[in-house]
């Protein structure tokens, strides 16, 4: 499945920003979705994840209570709202489709990636 990620920028801290990502596939709703990131110089590292139905969601501690993923099924879109955005949520944020049942934050269930969207937080 083809991914591709929008909705990056330039905000001040405590900003929010919505990301989305639109799938080329149309069996978009049998495919678990996440969200990954990557700072400068750092490993990526898991954000959120949702199932196909979007009725079971599951974040990272570091997001938990400020950013929500969620997807539209009819649109095959999924999107990350984040809201009091930190200095320290600068990254690369990708999307992307693990072909299975169940949730995973494990990045090699995940075999389609987009292609990033850059978001950066100034202090």
């Known amino acids: 499945v083809q991914l591709q990620a929008s909705g990056g920028g330039l905000v001040q801290a405590g900003a929010s920003l919505s990301l989305s990502c639109a799938a080329s596939e149309p069996t978009f709703s049998r495919y678990v979705m996440g969200w990954f990131r990557q700072a400068p110089g750092k490993e990526r590292e898991f954000v959120a994840t949702?199932?196909?139905?979007?009725?079971?969601?599951y974040h990272a501690d570091s997001v938990k209570g400020r950013f929500t993923i969620s997807r539209d099924n009819a649109k095959n879109t999924v999107y990350l709202q984040m809201n009091s955005l930190k200095p320290e949520d600068t990254a690369v944020y990708y999307c992307?489709?693990?072909?299975?049942?169940?949730?995973?934050?494990?990045?090699?269930?995940?075999?389609?990636w987009g292609q990033g969207t850059l978001v950066t937080v100034s202090s």
């Open positions: 992307a489709a693990a072909a299975r049942a169940g949730l995973t934050s494990r990045s090699g269930d995940f075999g389609s």
């Open positions: 949702i199932n196909w139905s979007g009725g079971s969601t």
